[in-house]
């Protein structure tokens, strides 16, 4: 078991306050707080090796370098990549996908199918959108079901051999909708599909086995797992990044240029264009020690516990809906109350001291299945608390009666 207590001092921002109220932080889903040893590791590589990597002979350069090197193998041993090569840094999770959609851009033609979910965030639908308006192929939707759930017999429905790749997300951002990957990926591979894994909402609370997955390609961002915010990273399969073109020009990505021709680098650089966030790619290493030094299967135990906690007390709130119902999913409760429009929820208990995120959470396809503009989105992390959840519930009671 955690030491909750401990794990909480490790966060400076946690103990805090917000309008004169201790700072009860929901937004997890949107991005994690930092420990202080992420906050150390940011200052300590300005102030001691600053310098440009790959590109010098000089004592700093080679330490950033090796620094960042060591961090991308750090990487390649947390989700169980082949080669460190197939690890790209990224500015993010929407970058990697952008990647990957400019890189089909090469190989999909008119009458090609995409295979993209209902329950997407709008990162992993509108590169794809954009991607077949350029090349003439069709989108096609995984249909959802009442619980949040895709539907697997549409799913199979849906598969042929017009089928280039398929897009979804590990775990849906808007309503903690674990989904099948392991079918899905199978099921993709078996019509000669390639399949991306959006793992931005993964990541926080599991480690991804990219080579058990079989997945082509899987993408997430740092600073949703105690990372700095502008990092991210793009697993891709070698003869899939082999396969694909440069996503940018520049220099690093080149191995001689002239007038006539360029050639262009091995992977990875072959996709890392430019200077990069060098001190984010060290300190996304830094965040990914701190993780599994707390334990993903601890974290997954508290998360579980709190899903389970947060969703009884908050079910007994009149009114109350729970949007998202599978009965696996992760610690992310979306809601609603009769009546009272989810923003104001938001506003009045932010005056509490408690971070919610309101809206329709970047997933306006959801929304619109439900018929609904948005929902209240309390998502948890390990550092959270029980009592932050009964704190949070009597603020929602509080606000009820206010508006009601």
């Given at each position: 078991?955690?030491?909750?207590q401990?794990i909480r001092?490790?966060?400076p921002i946690?103990?805090?306050?917000?309008?004169?109220k201790?700072l009860v932080?929901?937004?997890?889903?949107?991005?994690?707080?930092?420990p202080q040893v992420?906050?150390?590791a940011i200052?300590?590589y300005y102030?001691?090796?600053n310098?440009?990597?790959?590109?010098?002979?000089h004592t700093?350069?080679q330490l950033?370098t090796?620094?960042?090197e060591?961090?991308r193998?750090?990487?390649?041993?947390?989700?169980n990549?082949?080669?460190s090569?197939?690890?790209l840094?990224?500015s993010?999770?929407t970058f990697g996908?952008n990647?990957?959609?400019n890189?089909?851009?090469?190989?999909l033609?008119?009458?090609?199918e995409v295979?993209?979910?209902s329950?997407?965030h709008?990162s992993?639908?509108?590169p794809w959108q954009?991607?077949?308006?350029?090349t003439?192929?069709t989108?096609k939707?995984?249909p959802m079901?009442?619980a949040?759930?895709?539907i697997?017999?549409?799913?199979?429905?849906?598969?042929s051999d017009k089928?280039?790749?398929?897009t979804?997300?590990?775990?849906?951002?808007a309503?903690?909708?674990?989904?099948?990957?392991?079918?899905?990926?199978?099921?993709a591979?078996e019509v000669g599909?390639?399949?991306?894994?959006?793992?931005a909402?993964?990541?926080?609370?599991?480690?991804?086995?990219v080579?058990a997955?079989?997945c082509?390609?899987?993408v997430f961002?740092g600073?949703?797992m105690?990372?700095?915010?502008?990092?991210?990273?793009?697993?891709?399969k070698?003869?899939?990044l082999?396969k694909l073109p440069?996503?940018q020009?520049?220099?690093e990505m080149?191995k001689?240029?002239?007038?006539?021709?360029?050639?262009?680098?091995?992977?990875?650089?072959?996709f890392e264009a430019g200077?990069?966030?060098?001190?984010?790619?060290?300190?996304?290493?830094?965040?990914i020690?701190?993780?599994?030094?707390v334990g993903f299967?601890n974290?997954?135990?508290q998360?579980?516990a709190l899903?389970?906690y947060?969703t009884?007390?908050l079910?007994e709130?009149e009114?109350?809906?729970i949007f998202g119902?599978s009965?696996?999913k992760?610690s992310?409760i979306?809601?609603?109350?009769?009546?009272?429009h989810?923003?104001?929820i938001?506003?009045?208990?932010?005056?509490?001291g408690i971070a919610?995120?309101t809206g329709?959470h970047?997933?306006?396809?959801?929304?619109?299945?439900y018929?609904?503009p948005?929902?209240?989105?309390?998502?948890?992390?390990?550092?959270?608390t029980?009592e932050?959840i009964?704190i949070?519930v009597a603020?929602i009671?509080?606000a009820q009666?206010?508006?009601?």
């Open positions: 078991m955690l030491d909750i401990k001092s490790d966060f946690l103990s805090q306050k917000v309008n004169g201790p932080y929901f937004d997890n889903g949107a991005t994690s707080q930092k992420v906050i150390d200052a300590q102030q001691e090796i310098a440009n990597i790959h590109r010098g002979v700093l350069s950033a090796d620094a960042y060591e961090s193998s750090k990487i390649q041993n947390h989700i990549a082949k080669h090569h197939e690890v840094f990224t993010g999770t996908i990647l990957i959609t890189g089909f851009a090469s190989i033609k008119p009458g090609d295979l993209v979910s329950i997407e709008h992993n639908i509108v954009m991607l077949c308006e350029k003439g192929a989108l939707v995984i079901n009442e949040g759930e895709l697997m017999s549409e799913y199979d429905a849906l598969l089928t280039k790749i398929v979804v997300n590990h775990i849906s951002n309503l903690g909708t674990i989904n099948p990957i392991e079918y899905m990926i199978q099921k591979h599909a390639a399949i991306l894994i959006d793992g909402q993964a990541v926080p609370h599991l480690k991804p086995d080579q997955l079989d082509d390609f899987y961002s600073h949703k105690c990372g700095p915010t502008g990092t991210g990273i793009l697993y891709g070698e003869a899939w082999n440069p996503y020009g520049g220099g080149i001689e240029v002239s007038f006539e021709k360029t050639t262009y680098a091995e992977l990875p650089h072959k200077t990069p966030n060098i001190a984010g790619g060290i300190v996304l290493g830094t965040a020690d701190y993780m599994n030094e299967d974290i997954q135990e998360e579980l899903l389970e947060g009884e007390k079910l709130i009114g109350l809906r119902t009965e696996n992760t992310v979306s809601f609603n109350i009769e009546g009272i989810p923003y104001d938001g506003t009045i208990i932010d005056k509490l919610v995120r329709h970047c997933a306006q396809p959801i929304m619109s299945y018929g609904i948005g929902t209240i989105r309390a998502s948890f992390s390990f550092y959270n029980k932050e009964d949070l603020a009671k509080k009666i206010m508006l009601s």
